[in-house]
């Protein structure tokens, strides 16, 4: 069995040791401002001149992470900075593109519920076969035909 007593580094040598310190410190940190004198302390340019580390390398890496609070280092006077940007949504989508909307679509929706009606009450079609009567009729599925008649104007002017 080894002795982990002879195994055991210096604290200032210990890697996992500092780690956890600096976590420690990290934590205790309850202060937004004072954590982000912290990062902003962190990459420093001063701090990496004759260091194989580019300070390019460190603010890219905290990027990532900040990126998904909605913050990011920009370079501003000198040394980085956090600045607040807005954070985008997997929903957010350009609002061009598609089909262009067919202005006379209520029009055509509400002729569609005027010719459901007659369909299924005056020829006393079932709701199916009017359906596909109307779907052939406005070269629509079934299924856009029903969704017409459920949204179709009460009434055109």
């Known amino acids: 069995m080894l002795n982990t007593e002879h ?3 210096p604290r200032e040598r210990d890697i ?3 780690k956890d310190k600096a976590l420690e410190n990290v934590l205790k940190l309850n202060n937004p401002f004072q954590l982000a004198s912290l990062i902003e302390a962190i990459v420093d340019p001063r701090t ?3 260091q194989e580390e580019s300070v390019g390398d460190a603010v890219k890496y905290i990027n990532r992470v900040l990126a998904y609070e909605g ?3 920009e370079f501003k006077n000198k040394a ?3 600045i607040e940007v807005p954070i985008k949504s997997h929903t957010d ?7 262009p909307k067919d202005p006379s679509l209520p029009r055509k929706k509400f002729d569609c519920a005027v010719e459901y009606w007659k369909l299924t009450k005056l020829k006393k079609k079932t709701e199916i076969e009017a359906l596909k009567i109307l779907g052939k009729e406005f070269k629509r599925s079934p299924h856009t035909i029903d ?3 459920k949204t179709a104007p009460p009434k055109i002017d």
């Open 7 to 9: 195994n055991k580094l």
């Open 16 to 18: 996992l040791y500092r």
């Open 48 to 50: 990496f001149i004759n």
């Open 71 to 73: 913050y990011k280092l």
């Open 80 to 82: 980085y900075r956090i």
């Open 93 to 99: 989508k350009p609002k061009s593109g598609g089909r």
């Open 147 to 149: 969704k017409w008649i």
